[in-house]
């Protein structure tokens, strides 16, 4: 037991007492109009607790069956503590490992006061859990449920209490309480900063800056329009005949492709002797409002192609990631009924074609919250950015919340530098014309994978009819394009050269996956007869990143190497990154 100062933590108690006036201050000063609000359909709560009740009182006897099944459990657990404290036998199916990250602390499960709460955390979690799963609901209503619960369950984690935590405990005694009071001091902080909804800080933002140790390939900004940048990236002195054109997400900034040197997908691709050309999105004002996601295929593709075209490339191999790989899809049927054979191949990065289950994001975006959604993009013009990275952000809440919570506020600490969370932390704003088409037409009408339903650009959008050669990313753990879904995408084009690629990990950390690296596996398929799990069972594992195989598929249909463009006379308007993906949102 460290040596304690009482006059040391009388006066921690009297900082931590300033700093919470301060708090208290700033928020009776604050206005509803300064907060940006959530688009949680609460206005439903009520019909769908009646429902419930309903079907737990028609169908007694599975309300009951969990409640039993809980009971004993817990009895249970109550028993082997009590033989733990008496020091007799007990009999325990818990293995020794516990997975959990937010119970790695060897008091969660050595100390019997810290083992029982944990133990009864995770069995009042299940016991939860299974109640929703018993109630024979439709899926809106259903994903509705799980993500309250999840959000409930996971705050209420004896990890994000200061008397519950271990960690925590040990820290505030080891410093006399100074890490609440650099807690309250780092609170205060993301409070002033957040201007509405709350951000929590997740990495140290002033270690990075774009083109000095972030987003650095070196490249030149040979085009722009409104909505993009255009940047060629310098080559080999020889490359394959086929440039690549790479589309990102405009949810977020397109650096995730090039972050450091070490990791950036970009610079390995250019490294492989390929010509590399990407669209950096502007972060839109209300001046964009507009916008449609039409303007975006015939302003982000099509515009940027003619420039490729002029360099001497008649066709390019598409990248599209995300929402970008969306864009591609629609793009690809409106190239080919105009007869514009552009695209040599595609390749499609974790990307949503069919929104029939769009994952835990349905809870925000669906019928019932598409009013409140249109309410608050006409105030200003555009979604704001910060809304975008909360939503994903409570989709992982433990690692992008909660965890930076205990760090942060309870144990006082800075989060280290790190260049994913980084980039995750700007965001970007959506035009509110494209951003409410997007959502009524695909998310929630699901009409791009119906033929004919959507025109775009003058031509009715047909993927059926698409036949140039697939590579389908999905990622095993990506809770944003759940990756049977994505697999169901892409299944509707006609291509009879498909290749799906199913890599572990999520959304972002499944696609920069290093070639070098063996971290995470992936597996390859070429029989789309069945659905995704019958898929799965015919495809072959490969326990390295999902680079290389996707390396050997592109080198096949690139054609031979050859010399490279005259980079250094190329004309450009600025070097990369450029400007546009400097903006910041307000």
């Known amino acids: 037991m460290p040596h304690i100062s009482a006059d040391e933590v009388l006066g921690n108690i009297k900082q931590a007492n300033l700093y919470y006036q301060q708090i208290l ?10 907060f940006t609000p959530h688009f949680l359909n609460n206005k439903e709560a009520p019909s769908i607790v009646s429902k419930l009740l309903n079907y737990s009182l028609q169908h007694p006897d599975k309300f009951n069956q969990v409640n039993i099944d809980h009971l004993c459990k817990l009895h249970k657990l109550i028993n082997n503590t009590v033989h733990k404290f008496t020091n007799q036998e007990y009999s325990s199916e818990e293995t020794d490992e516990i997975r959990d990250r937010r119970f790695k602390d060897p008091a969660w499960k050595n100390n019997i006061y810290f083992d029982f709460i944990r133990q009864y955390y995770t069995l009042s979690s299940d016991w939860l859990q299974n109640n929703i799963d018993q109630y024979d609901v439709d899926n809106e209503v259903k994903r509705y449920l799980e993500f309250i619960t999840s959000q409930f369950m996971n705050a209420m984690s004896p990890s994000n209490f200061i008397f519950s935590n271990p960690e925590v405990i040990r820290e505030s005694l ?11 001091e780092n609170f205060l902080h993301d409070f002033e900063k957040s201007h509405g909804l709350f951000n929590i800080t997740t990495t140290d933002e002033n270690q990075f800056e774009l083109g000095k140790n972030i987003a650095t390939t070196e490249g030149k900004v040979i085009y722009q329009n409104d909505l993009m ?18 589309i990102p997400p405009w949810i977020n900034k397109y650096y995730i492709l090039d972050l450091s040197k070490n990791n950036s997908l970009v610079r390995w691709l250019v490294k492989n002797n390929f010509q590399v050309f ?13 916008k449609n996601f039409e303007d975006y295929i015939e302003r982000g593709i099509i515009q940027p192609y003619k420039q490729i075209q002029q360099l001497g490339f008649n066709k390019v191999n598409a990248v599209g990631y995300c929402i970008g790989g969306t864009l591609l899809a629609a793009a690809l049927s409106v190239l080919q009924n105009k007869q514009l054979n552009y695209i040599n191949n595609a390749t499609f990065l974790t990307t949503l074609i069919d929104f029939t289950d769009p994952g835990e994001i349905g809870a925000f975006i669906n019928k019932a919250t598409l009013d409140l959604i249109e309410q608050e993009v006409k105030k200003k013009g555009y979604l704001d950015g910060k809304y975008i990275s909360h939503s994903f952000s409570l989709i992982r809440v433990n690692d992008l919340v909660w965890s930076f919570f205990v760090n942060n506020y309870l144990l006082g600490k800075q989060p280290n530098a790190f260049d994913i969370l980084y980039w995750n932390s700007d965001a970007t704003n959506l035009p509110q014309k494209m951003y409410l088409y997007y959502l009524k037409n695909m998310y929630i009408d699901n009409l791009l994978k119906v033929p004919g339903k959507l025109t775009m650009l003058g031509s009715k959008v047909d993927l059926s009819k698409v036949t140039l050669p697939i590579f389908s990313l ?5 809770h944003i394009a ?7 995408g892409m299944k509707l084009f006609a291509s009879t050269d498909k290749t799906f690629c199913l890599t572990e990990a999520g959304h972002v950390a499944g696609i920069i996956n290093p070639a070098g690296q063996r971290k995470y596996s992936h597996n390859i398929g070429l029989d789309f007869t069945g659905d995704a799990e019958s898929w799965l069972k015919t495809s072959k594992a490969h326990h390295n990143s999902w680079w290389n195989c996707w390396l050997k598929w592109l080198q096949e249909k ?6 490279s463009i005259n980079y250094n006379d190329l004309s450009y308007i600025e070097k990369a990154p450029g400007s546009y993906v400097k903006m910041k949102s307000e």
């Open 174 to 184: 080891n410093s006399s309480l100074k890490n609440i009071v650099k807690g309250m």
């Open 482 to 488: 759940l990756w049977k879904s994505v697999y169901d």
């Open 474 to 478: 999905a990622a095993k753990g990506d």
């Open 229 to 246: 940048q255009l940047i060629c990236y310098k080559p080999e002195n020889n490359s394959h005949a086929v440039p690549i054109f790479i």
């Open 25 to 34: 201050l700033r928020l009776l000063q604050s206005k509803p109009e300064d």
């Open 278 to 290: 990407l669209v950096s999105w502007v972060n839109p004002d209300k001046k964009l409002a507009n």
């Open 558 to 563: 690139s054609g031979k190497l050859q010399k």
